[in-house]
Each structure stands twice: as C-alpha cells, then as structure tokens.
C-alpha cells in the first residue's frame, strides 16, 4: 500500500519542478525578446518589446494539439477500390475502420504498397461483410477526439475571431487611441489659449460692448462681487452663419487672457445613451480645474433643442440626457469660480425655454449682420495683407454687398485674389473685386452656354427695361451694372443696383416702385418683342410676394385697411421657411386676391409707360448690350444724356 505521506511528497516536488521549468522558459523568452535599450543601451534606441503572451499562445497550442491524439495515418495511400480489390485476393491482414480513415496491413508486403496502407473509405453498407468472409481482422474506432473537436471546432475559430476583432477594434473609432464608438474613452476637450482680440474683429460693436463686461468679471471678479453682483454663468450668441459668433468667443478669450475649451455641441452625442451627459460632466470638472476660463459650445442647438413630443425608437433619450445633465453643470458651479460658459446658435427659436432662463443663459447677445461702415471695416481688415491697386475703392465694393456677413466679405476678397493670379496680376484692382461679386451673388460665368441671336436679343431687352424703370422711378436705387452674361444655373442676366444709403424701413410708395421695377423686363419683351418669355418668372415671384405682404401684413390696402390677415410662423430663425394659416373668410380672400391682382396692374401700367416715353433708349440701351453684353453706369448715363 502506497504511503500518502511520501505521495503528497512526490507531488510537492513535481510541483516545484515545473515552477522551475516555467521561470526558465519564462527567462529564456525574456531574453529573446530584449530590446538594444534594456541591454546596457549600446544602439540608442528604445523600442517597445512585443508581448510574450502571442509566444506562449502558440507554445500552448503546439502542445494541446500533440496531446490531442486524433487519427495517426501510416503507410501510403491507395485508392479505395484497390483495398477492396486486396481484401477479394485475400491479401489483407488487419483493417482499422473509422469515419475518416481505413488503415490495414498486408499479409505480404508489397513491392509497390509495402506492408502497411490507408484509403479514405465509402459509405460501404457491405464492407463488414466483405471483410468477414476474406477472414480480415477488423477493429472499428469513432476517429474523434474530444479534446481536439474542442480546439478545432471552438477554440480556435473563436481565437481568430477575438484577434480580428482586437485587431479592428482601435481602427474603428476613427483614429488613434479611440475605441469603437468611443465607448469608455474620454473625450478629447480641445484647451487652447486664443490669440485673437476684439481689433481682430470688424463692427459689431453693440455685441463687443456687451462682451467687455464677461471680460472684466473675468479679470477682476471682485470688483461686482463687492457690489453684492454675480457674474453670469453664461453668454448665448444668437446671429446668422457668417456673422463672426466664434471670433467674439476667442477674442473674449484672447482680451481676458484665459483658457478656451472649444467644442462643438454635437460632440457630446453618441449611439448610447448616457456617453454624452458623462462627458458633459468631464467637461465641467476641467473647466473648474482650469478656472478661470471659458467654456466655448458651438451650434447649441445640436444637444439644447426643445424637450418633448414623440420620441421615435429613443432616438432623443441621449440628446435629451445630455440638455438634462448642462443645465444641472450650469446650476451646480459656482459663480465665483470664473467660469462662464459661452454658446452660439442660429436657431434660438427651437432652444429649450430652460437653457435660456436667468442663472443659465443670463445674457443673450445678437450679433447683426453688419452695416454700410462695418463691411467696410471688415473688407479693410481682410484686404489688409493684400496688395491693392489704387482703383480698389472698398466703399463701392461694402455698396454692392448689402446683407452680406463678414464670411461672406471674407470670399469675395479671397476670390479678388485668386482673380487677380489667374490674371497673372501683382496687383488685385476693382475689376478683380467687381468680378467676385459677381461670381458669389449670380454665380460663375458659363462661357459655354452661348445665347442665339433671338435670346440674346430678348435678354437684352429685358434687362434694359429694368434699367429704364430703375432710373426713372422716384424711389428706384441707382443702376450699377447691367449684364446679359449667362451665371450660375439659369441666370442669363441681371441688373445690378446699388443702394445710396443704409435702409431698414420701406415705404408704400417705395414698394411700389420696386413692383414697377421688377416688372419692367417682361413689359419691355412685350413691348419690343410682341411676346413674352420664361425670364420674367423670378421677377414676377418677387412682385406676387411684395405686393402679398403689402396686402396681408403691412396694411397698404385701403380696401381692407390696416389689418394682419392670415398668421406667419417662421420655421427657422434668421431666415428660412415661412408657414401660413389662412384665417380669414373666403369673401376676404377674394378681396385680398383682387387687391393684390391691383397692385400689380398698376405696377405694370406704370412701367409700361415709362418704357414707351423712352422707347428710343430702350432700343439703344439693347442694342448696345448686344455688343458689349456688360455696361457700366458711366456708359449707361453717356448714353442717356443724363448729366
């Protein structure tokens, strides 16, 4: 009988004998995977040593796959009718069957086979009975076993699949060190120190104004707080694309001299829900660890839209947890702390009411889109890098971009420039920035498109007109350019008219003259041409639309007083789709289809006349756009005797 004793003995230094076996393996790759670094430093460099776990992957694998057992072919191959053709001569000994293999031995060796043999087997109903009656010694194996079915059909199909995955799974987060849809990582809060100040900012200066106090609570906290003031938590930009929202937040951080985390609203939304309110709450632990500073969110809109209504497939539980999870941050930091956060948006009508209550959002600054005198500061500030020729005057150029934002001055200086190399010029002129005008408010000119000689010839009468009407009615703004170029996608002309000043009201019998104006190309086809074409159609969009608003919203009918029929709602703030509902009677819509059916009869009767007194220049103005196809206001005037 075996003493337990001196069997537990036995296996304590079996144990001990691996342990020491496994620290000399373990040695042995160590060294083999040193770098030059870990070995005294001789080459300099210091690399990364792969891992060893990949080595022992396969050494483990190696050895499950000896210690499998599985089917052990010996002796060569033959076909399997040559085996049943052996068993029938009774030259067969022994057989071992099994689902994959037959091995046997010959009685005799033979000169081509030898002595032992395998054959990949048929489904041979027969075989054992064959085998009896030639009196073959058989023996039937299953062929598998269990232990390499486990490592062949699960463990290293599911190996591949982790490796891959593994492999893929940085690639995916588009870029290093980000995971597949960034889950578990944290975001990357960009934290810079800006450099730009408000003289890096042309006009606005209602919103600079507005601004240097968040940048004095910055600087001098004190000095409210002894008043028993607070600072704001935070400033709301609200103004048109273009207009310079995010330069005012870096020059608000470039005056105070604090940090700027810049980040983009739409950051924080991911496809599961919760990553984005915890990156909310990364954001702020920064900022409060940085402070004082400014916290910088850009399109608001993207995460601070209005709460509520139906809720398809949780497609806004994420979105909304992450609104939920700022207002708690802006509620929670204190105000002392000096740090306010900042945030533009065009869209402040679909902004959550609770973002924009007192102790969130305390100030909401709009910025305009700028005025006469600030696109001309703003086209100085650009142009101020650029080599321009003397006949650049700014002020007719800041004339001829009324609406424009300081994005869009920015461009047209840009393209004056590209003009000007394309021109093989030193210098940009005023032509290089008449042409980028052009190009940006009628688009680019097709030279490809060539006009026949009847278009041509309707075209130009058609702008002419506009121009006759524009010079000879009292209110019409002053004819800059006429072209009959063909731009963009379906302009094949336009009259260009500058303003003489800044205007935010229109009168009644501006308005009118304005239909008079926009009418004035298809009554000169009438009139010189016997028929009309479809040029007129904007223009007469245009007209419908002036002569509605003056019928329904501003009062200019006397038939039906000063009254508001039917109720706008704006889908989208500064600009975008308008929808109405109609709420008035169907008699009313009558008179008010045939108040506005007025208007534009007598707009037209006007133009109509202006253009027969002055048929003479009509046919001269067309005839000289025919061969010029662009007249500038000198020649137009020279050509109308106008002093």
């Not at 073959?136 to 591949?160: C, D, H, K, M």
């Not at 600087?219 to 103004?239: D, F, N, S, Y």
């Not at 609203?265 to 909310?280: M, N, P, W």
């Not at 060539?450 to 010079?471: D, F, Q």
Request: glycine share 8%; net charge neutral.
């Amino acid at each position: 009988m075996i003493d337990k004793q001196k069997l537990i003995e036995m296996y304590k230094r079996l144990l001990e004998w691996l342990t020491l076996a496994w620290r000399w393996l373990d040695a042995k790759v160590e060294s083999l995977f040193k770098t030059p670094d870990q070995d005294g430093g001789k080459s300099g460099k210091s690399e990364k040593p792969p891992s060893r776990f990949l080595l022992y992957f396969f050494l483990g694998f190696l050895v499950l796959s000896l210690l499998s057992g599985g089917e052990h072919m010996e002796g060569r191959e033959i076909p399997y009718s040559q085996f049943i053709n052996l068993v029938n001569d009774n030259k067969v000994d022994q057989a071992m069957v099994s689902q994959r293999f037959i091995n046997g031995s010959l009685k005799v060796a033979d000169p081509k086979i030898g002595k032992d043999f395998y054959t990949v087997p048929l489904w041979d109903a027969g075989l054992v009975k064959t085998l009896q009656e030639h009196n073959v010694g058989y023996v039937v194996r299953s062929g598998e076993n269990w232990f390499s079915t486990l490592i062949f059909t699960w463990v290293i199909p599911i190996a591949i699949f982790a490796g891959i995955w593994m492999w893929l799974l940085p690639r995916m987060g588009g870029g290093a060190g980000r995971s597949f849809l960034n889950l578990g990582n944290k975001m990357h809060i960009k934290k810079e120190t800006a450099q730009n100040t408000f003289n890096d900012v042309a006009g606005a200066e209602s919103a600079k104004q507005e601004l240097k106090e968040t940048i004095d609570f910055l600087i001098a906290p004190e000095k409210l707080q002894k008043l028993g003031g607070r600072m704001p938590k935070g400033v709301l930009l609200i103004g048109a694309p273009g207009t310079g929202k995010t330069l005012l937040a870096r020059a608000v951080s470039g005056e105070a001299g604090v940090p700027f985390f810049n980040i983009s609203a739409s950051e924080f939304i991911e496809l599961f829900v919760g990553v984005g309110a915890a990156r909310v709450r990364e954001l702020f632990e920064q900022a409060r660890q940085t402070a004082p500073c400014i916290i910088f969110i850009d399109e608001l809109d993207a995460i601070g839209r209005a709460r509520g209504g139906p809720v398809m497939m949780g497609g806004n539980d994420e979105r909304e947890q992450t609104l939920n999870q700022l207002l708690t941050e802006m509620d929670g930091f204190d105000p002392t702390s000096g740090v306010v956060v900042m945030a533009a948006t065009n869209r402040p009508e679909i902004l959550d009411k609770a973002l924009l209550r007192a102790g969130r959002f305390d100030r909401q600054i709009v910025v305009d889109k700028p005025d006469l005198s600030d696109r001309i500061a703003i086209l100085k500030l650009h142009c101020k890098t650029m080599q321009l020729d003397p006949s650049v005057d700014l002020t007719t150029v800041a004339k001829r971009t009324p609406g424009f934002v300081g994005a869009d001055l920015s461009n047209i200086a840009n393209e004056a420039a590209i003009l000007a190399a394309r021109g093989g010029r030193d210098t940009v002129n005023m032509v290089d920035f008449e042409a980028a005008i052009d190009r940006i408010m009628a688009g680019p000119e097709k030279k490809n498109r060539i006009l026949g000689p009847e278009e041509k010839r309707r075209v130009a009468y058609h702008e002419a007109g506009h121009a006759l009407v524009a010079e000879a009615v009292p209110h019409g703004q002053p004819v800059h350019k006429i072209s009959i170029i063909p731009r963009g996608v379906s302009s094949l002309g336009f009259t260009l008219q500058l303003p003489v000043e800044e205007k935010y009201l229109s009168t009644e019998p501006e308005l009118k003259d304005q239909l008079a104006i926009l009418l004035g190309g298809r009554v000169a086809e009438q009139l010189a041409l016997n028929s009309v074409s479809t040029g007129a159609q904007n223009d007469l969009e245009k007209a419908s639309e002036i002569a509605r608003n003056m019928v329904c919203y501003l009062g200019m009918s006397k038939k039906l007083g000063p009254l508001i029929y039917g109720q706008r709602q704006q889908l989208q703030f500064l600009g975008g789709d308008i929808s109405e509902q109609r709420n008035y009677s169907e008699e009313t819509a009558r008179l008010v289809d045939a108040e506005i059916r007025q208007l534009i009869e007598e707009a037209q009767l006007r133009a109509h006349k202006i253009l027969t007194g002055n048929r003479h220049h009509l046919d001269q103005l067309a005839d000289l756009l025919q061969d010029k196809e662009v007249i500038l206001r000198e020649e137009m005037l020279k050509l109308l005797a106008v002093d």
